[in-house]
């Protein structure tokens, strides 16, 4: 049964995977921009030629108002929103002692605020509806933490506690939440990090290599195709942090 979808930070990285598997699977996905806009509309119309239904807005998830308005456009073009996916983000690598305030307030308004805004507007939908999936892209940073990434760090733990409470608090409504929490992962995020850096990174890794958008798409449709698992941190990592 197709299934209505958002997917934040869609236009490129883990979103663009995620995007593109769930299309295949015939799902109707409104993929939500901010900036990225000849990224989305490529996607879309390659997905068009395809004969798969995705649908583009522009919205700064980090911004209620425009939350607001991708939610009802959602609604409005299909009625319910059946899988919400938590993905946009940025990252910063910087010392503690330098990030300024604007740093602070930009990353964790990208990767946390904006998480708790889509929440609050698709749930009232959800609820009704007695069904649903939410489902955030955090980071093994979120776990393990990551010196000079202090303020993506706990952005994305704060997303590991918001997905682990919310859990409890919606399971009554037939509603899961889950992270799934990545670990290196061949993204534009992570283009500069240096051949060396990758290679010491990757001989700490069990399966001895760095991971895919692709893998990371197919955890996420497990999570929508499961029934039982709500509340859980799925670590997606090759065995980095065992």
């Not at 990285?13 to 109707?28: D, M, P, R, T």
């Not at 290196?184 to 890794?205: G, Q």
């Not at 958008?213 to 799925?234: H, M």
Request: charged share 25%; hydrophobic share 35%.
């Amino acid at each position: 049964m197709n299934k209505t979808v958002i997917i934040t930070g869609g236009s490129r990285g883990i979103g663009e995977a995620i995007v593109k598997e769930l299309a295949k699977e015939g799902h109707n996905i409104i993929l939500n921009y901010n900036k990225s806009e000849q990224k989305a509309k490529k996607i879309q119309e390659e997905s068009t030629k395809n004969g798969q239904h995705v649908e583009i807005f522009q919205a700064d998830v980090s911004k209620r108002e425009e939350v607001k308005k991708l939610v009802n456009f959602a609604i409005s073009k299909y009625k319910n929103i059946d899988i919400l996916i938590n993905n946009a983000g940025i990252s910063q690598t910087k010392l503690f002692t330098d990030i300024t305030q604007e740093d602070w307030n930009t990353i964790i308004n990208t990767n946390l605020t904006s998480a708790f805004h889509m929440c609050q507007e698709v749930l009232p939908n959800m609820i009704h509806n007695k069904k649903g999936c939410i489902i955030n892209i955090s980071s093994i940073w979120g776990t393990t933490g990551a010196s000079c990434e202090v303020h993506y760090s706990v952005a994305k733990a704060g997303l590991d506690g918001l997905t682990k409470a919310l859990a409890k608090e919606v399971g009554p409504s037939n509603i899961r939440v889950n992270s799934i929490a990545p670990g290196i992962i061949e993204t534009d995020m992570n283009k500069n990090i240096s051949r060396s850096d990758k290679n010491d990174i990757i001989s700490e890794i069990p399966l001895g290599r760095i991971g895919s958008t692709l893998e990371i798409a197919k955890a996420v449709k497990w999570l929508i195709e499961d029934e039982y698992v709500t509340g859980q941190i799925i670590s997606v990592n090759g065995g980095w942090n065992i």
